[in-house]
Nanobody, 124 residues
Framework: QVQLVESGGGLVQPGGSLRLSCVASGFPLDYYTIAWFRQAPGKEREAVACISMSDGAPYIAPSAKGRFTVSRDVAKHTGYLQMSGLKPEDTAVYYC?????????????????WGQGTQVTVSS
């Protein structure tokens, strides 16, 4: 049974940084992808970034490119989303997701494992 545990959200001022972590357990091999989605009130859930745990291939959404980076520690079964230059419009609940594939999928429907979500609030 796959479980995802995320951490690292919080309140930060505009221009600040946060790092989200997602620890995955239950995958038999390292051929899976970890993704981050976010959902602001009244908006649809959108993909922010994802990374293949086997080869580290990343995807960063256009809205996050140049500000967010994604990385992983295979030995710790953990993916990281480093967010810098945060803006008020980045405020949302951020969810970690994973699927048993190396494909960098950006649709929420393609992921069947989800973390509990963590609130990120960017405000002065």
């Amino acid at each position: 049974q796959v479980q995802l545990v995320e951490s690292g959200g919080g309140l930060v001022q505009p221009g600040g940084s946060l790092r989200l972590s997602c620890v995955a357990s239950g995958f038999p091999l390292d051929y899976y992808t970890i993704a981050w989605f976010r959902q602001a009130p009244g908006k649809e859930r959108e993909a922010v970034a994802c990374i293949s745990m086997s080869d580290g291939a990343p995807y960063i959404a256009p809205s996050a490119k140049g500000r967010f980076t994604v990385s992983r520690d295979v030995a710790k079964h953990t993916g990281y989303l480093q967010m810098s230059g945060l803006k008020p419009e980045d405020t949302a609940v951020y969810y970690c997701a994973a699927h048993d594939s190396e494909r960098l999928a950006v649709r929420a429907s393609e992921y069947d494992n989800w973390g509990q979500g963590t609130q990120v609030t960017v405000s002065s």
